[in-house]
Nanobody, 126 residues
Framework: VQLQASGGGLVQPGGSLRLSCAAS????????MGWFRQAPGKEREFVAA????????PYSGSVKGRFSISRDNARTTVYLQMNSLKPEDTAIYYC????????????????????WGQGTQVTVSS
């Protein structure tokens, strides 16, 4: 599976961005998808995930209510809509995929994902 993330950039606090992650190499509808991020000097952390069916979308507490994950199986793409961005959202954002068929409690775990994109930089600054 190849994952290509895009959509990052520089945005002011309070602004919005939409990240995209295009997948190829395997039937997209068989993959659970996730977004993770890594800020400078910090470990990579979970942001959001979505089941292959489009249901069960856990979010980290720091983004819940501001970010929204969705997928378009026809376009083999997963999205992360990010609203009300804060400086602390600054990070490299990675999309990830797995065909394991995760239960909800494991969708937040980095080690459960087998395929990773290259990351896209998001910088929130005035």
């Amino acid at each position: 599976v190849q994952l290509q993330a895009s959509g990052g950039g520089l945005v002011q606090p309070g602004g919005s961005l939409r990240l995209s992650c295009a997948a190829s190499g395997r039937t997209f509808s068989s993959l659970d998808m996730g977004w993770f991020r890594q800020a400078p000097g910090k470990e990579r952390e979970f942001v959001a995930a979505i089941r292959k069916s489009g249901g069960s979308t856990p979010y980290s507490g720091s983004v819940k209510g501001r970010f929204s994950i969705s997928r378009d199986n026809a376009r083999t793409t997963v999205y992360l809509q990010m609203n009300s961005l804060k400086p602390e959202d600054t990070a490299i954002y990675y999309c990830a995929a797995t065909g394991r068929g995760l239960i909800t409690s494991t969708m937040t775990l980095e080690r459960m994902y087998d395929y990773w994109g290259q990351g896209t930089q998001v910088t929130v600054s005035s």
